[in-house]
Nanobody
Framework: VQLQASGGGLVQVGGSLRLSCTAS????????MGWYRQAPGKQREVVAS???????NYADSVKGRFTISRDNAKNTVYLQKNSLNLEDTAVYYC??????????????WGQGTLVTVSS
C-alpha cells in the first residue's frame, strides 16, 4: 500500500491550494484519512481528519479556511486550503488507516508535499 500526495507549491498570502492524496495497492477498506503538517523547527501537527462515515475534525488554526473531503471510490482524500497565511508554510503529510488484508489494519503515510506561502 502506498499513499501519493500532490498539490503543494508556492502561493502568496491569501491564496489557495488544493492537496490530494491517493492510496493504492491491495486495499480492502479505508477508515480514517487525514492531513498533518510540519513547519520548520516545529513538531508535526494534525490539520484535519475525516472518517469513513464523513465525520470531520479540524485544528483550530485552520477552521473556516481549510476543507477536507474524500472520494471513497478513488481512495483519495483532499485538502482545500483558502486564505493561506505565512504560518501555513509547512510540509503536508497525508495519512490513512487501511485494512490491507482482511482483518489487518495499519497506518500509512504519504511522502509529504511542501507548501510555501510568501508575502
Amino acid at each position: 500500500v502506498q499513499l501519493q500526495a500532490s498539490g503543494g507549491g508556492l502561493v502568496q498570502v491569501g491564496g489557495s491550494l488544493r492537496l490530494s492524496c491517493t492510496a493504492s495497492g491491495t486495499i480492502f477498506r479505508i477508515n480514517d484519512m487525514g492531513w498533518y503538517r510540519q513547519a520548520p523547527g516545529k513538531q508535526r501537527e494534525v490539520v484535519a481528519s475525516i472518517t469513513s462515515r464523513g465525520v470531520i475534525n479540524y485544528a483550530d488554526s485552520v477552521k473556516g479556511r481549510f476543507t477536507i473531503s474524500r472520494d471513497n471510490a478513488k481512495n483519495t482524500v483532499y485538502l482545500q486550503k483558502n486564505s493561506l497565511n505565512l504560518e501555513d508554510t509547512a510540509v503536508y503529510y497525508c495519512n490513512s488507516q487501511i485494512e490491507y488484508t482482511l482483518g489487518y489494519w495499519a497506518m500509512y503515510w504519504g511522502q509529504g508535499t511542501l507548501v510555501t506561502v510568501s508575502s
